[in-house]
């Protein structure tokens, strides 16, 4: 029986340590030796990849991706559906060096999802009714701070479904919670020693000036970023720093998109206090002024990059990220998947469909009649969904902008988009790394000439 499935030859195999000349030999999809040179009894009966030179690098492990969610972030309850389910989305993300990708289950204010062993199962479902190209799992948005749930449920979720992560809101009128009940979950978690995520933007500032603007009908895409400046992630992520401070208790701030944010996560840093940042590609490759980008300032078009945070106004804060990715303060970077479909009414339109000025004297419409409004009218930001695409490119997008321009090296970008999720998420070393006993999820990726 030959001794290897596959080998793989003249890779220049990476981790987030070194860069080294060898050959890898798999077998049941985990990596059996790394090797100068295979005999040729070992070749025997082996398919054979010649990495010709290039980079063989752990699978891309995205910790933040949205599929098959109800979003119900907007207000009134409203939400867009995700575009992606987890064939399609799975699909995008192995395209893209992306082997396994940690999602949402999430937990709803209804008495029904009071149960978040429930939501987890619901959510599973989902996965297993489409099937996934690339492995999964999942992190739990907790909305409520139900003493006994918690008490009861995070044991068994971590037990069961190796879950080692929850996510809290800062805002979202249907998902936010008070700072007391934030100390409740973030005391359960450490109790059970998981990773809180944070989604920090203060929901308060943002509604205010979201008011403000609409007062002056300033409702366009383009205002979704004016209703969050980055002074709303600078007051969350000081007041979450002080939430964990006051328990001890590990916290992770995902989508970080401001230099102010990341500048308040380095100092805690450095105080010597366990709190981690993830960053995402939109807030190094877009700036305020991408959401004019189409046509008009006013053109729905825009709402595609509507998302939350919004990106940075300008390319100074992108130079300050680029540090934070450098120096450390950013742990990890993941995308934020979270498709809405352009053309569908429960997805970027519900701006228009459901912005009553907007609707005056039209009817709901799907397909080319739905294109035909949205080339006619700006809709209100409010009523947006929050979200865009991402699995696929985050690994060209960090490859291109990063590594080929040599701002961070290849160990580096391995740490980041691999090596550092899988460690914090419970999935290192079979995740993560390539080494014997991992598993052979492996990219190749060809340094430019
Ligand atoms: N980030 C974003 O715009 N959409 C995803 C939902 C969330 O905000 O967490
Ligand atoms: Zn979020």
Request: hydrophobic share 35%; aromatic share 8%; with cysteine.
């Amino acid at each position: 029986m030959a001794k290897f499935d596959l080998i793989i030859v003249n890779g220049k195999v990476v981790t987030a340590s070194d860069v080294s000349n060898y050959c890898i030999g798999i077998k049941d999809g985990k990596i059996r030796t790394l090797v100068d040179e295979f005999t040729d009894d070992e070749l025997e009966g082996a398919e054979v990849i010649d990495a010709q030179g290039a980079y063989v690098m752990p699978g891309g492990v995205d910790a933040h991706v949205h599929i098959c969610q109800d979003l119900k972030t907007g207000p009134y309850g409203l939400g867009g559906e995700c575009a992606d389910n987890f064939e399609t989305g799975s699909k995008s993300a192995v395209a893209g060096g992306t082997t396994t990708m940690i999602t949402f289950a999430t937990q709803t204010r209804a008495e029904e999802d009071r149960s978040l062993l429930k939501v987890v199962e619901e959510y599973n479902a989902r996965a297993e009714a489409t099937g996934s190209y690339a492995d999964y799992g999942f992190h739990i948005i907790i909305v409520r701070n139900d003493v006994d749930v918690l008490e009861n449920e995070l044991p068994v979720l971590i037990k069961d479904w190796g879950i080692s992560s929850c996510k809290l809101f800062l805002t979202y009128e249907s998902q936010k919670m008070t700072d007391s009940q934030l100390l409740d979950v973030m005391f359960a978690a450490r109790k059970n020693l998981i990773t809180t995520m944070v989604h920090a933007e203060n929901g308060d500032m943002i509604r205010w000036l979201t008011e403000k603007l609409e007062d002056k009908g300033m409702v366009a895409p383009y205002y979704h970023a004016l209703s969050r400046p980055p002074l709303v992630e600078a007051e969350a992520t000081n007041r979450a720093i002080a939430l964990a401070h006051l328990i001890q208790n590990p916290i992770l701030f995902v989508h970080v998109g401001s230099a102010l944010g990341a500048a308040n996560i380095r100092k805690a840093q450095t105080m010597g206090l366990p709190i981690y940042a993830e960053t995402c590609p939109q807030y190094f490759h877009l700036t305020w002024n991408d959401l004019k980008r189409f046509h008009s300032p006013t053109c729905f078009e825009n709402s595609k990059m509507i998302c939350s945070p919004p990106p940075p106004p300008d390319t100074s804060d992108q130079e300050d990220l680029f540090t934070g990715l450098q120096n450390g303060t950013f742990t990890i970077y993941s995308s934020d998947h979270c498709p809405f479909r352009y053309d569908h009414p429960n997805g970027k339109p519900s701006g228009v469909l459901e912005h009553a000025p907007s609707m005056e004297g039209e009817k709901h419409c799907h397909g080319s009649e739905l294109q035909d409004l949205l080339e006619r009218k700006d809709g209100t930001f409010r009523l947006i969904p929050n979200g865009i695409p991402g699995v696929e490119t985050r690994l060209p997008l960090l490859y291109t902008g990063a590594l080929a321009t040599g701002r961070i090296t290849p160990q580096k970008f391995v740490e980041l988009t691999s090596t550092n999720p899988a460690k914090l998420y419970g999935l290192y070393p079979t995740k993560g790394t390539i080494m014997p006993g991992s598993d052979a999820d492996l990219v190749i990726v060809r340094p430019y000439p």
